[in-house]
Nanobody
């Protein structure tokens, strides 16, 4: 069964940190581009980062540059999203999806979405 599973969300105060996990089953994560997306209530799903296959390079949306970092553990077939200096506007359900490349960040180009993990930044 081909799927991605997100985990690691929670409630954190502004300025705090969280690390999300995106674990693949049924396929090798490194063979695909993996995007992190988020969706806040009433808003469209937006791309946060896209990691090229083999994790050679990760691109980030401007709003998270310098605060979010993607890393991987190939042995665990898992990609991580380390989030620091979190802001209330980072509150959303975070998803990871698979694509053939990072040329387009449209959610329509990604598949195998997991169920998402909720991140809430609030004091």
């Amino acid at each position: 069964q081909l799927q991605l599973v997100e985990s690691g969300g929670g409630l954190v105060q502004p300025g705090g940190s969280l690390t999300l996990s995106c674990t693949a089953s049924g396929f090798t994560l490194d063979h695909y581009a993996i995007g992190w997306f988020r969706q806040a209530p009433g808003k469209e799903r937006e791309g946060v980062s896209c990691t090229f296959s083999s994790a050679i390079l990760t691109n980030y949306v401007d709003s998270v540059k310098g605060r979010f970092t993607v890393s991987r553990d190939s042995a665990k077939n898992t990609l991580y999203l380390q989030m620091r200096y979190l802001k209330p506007e980072d509150t959303a359900v975070y998803y990871c999806g698979r694509a053939s490349g990072c040329t387009s960040w449209s959610p329509w180009n990604f598949s195998h979405w997991g169920q998402g993990t909720q991140v809430t930044v609030s004091s």
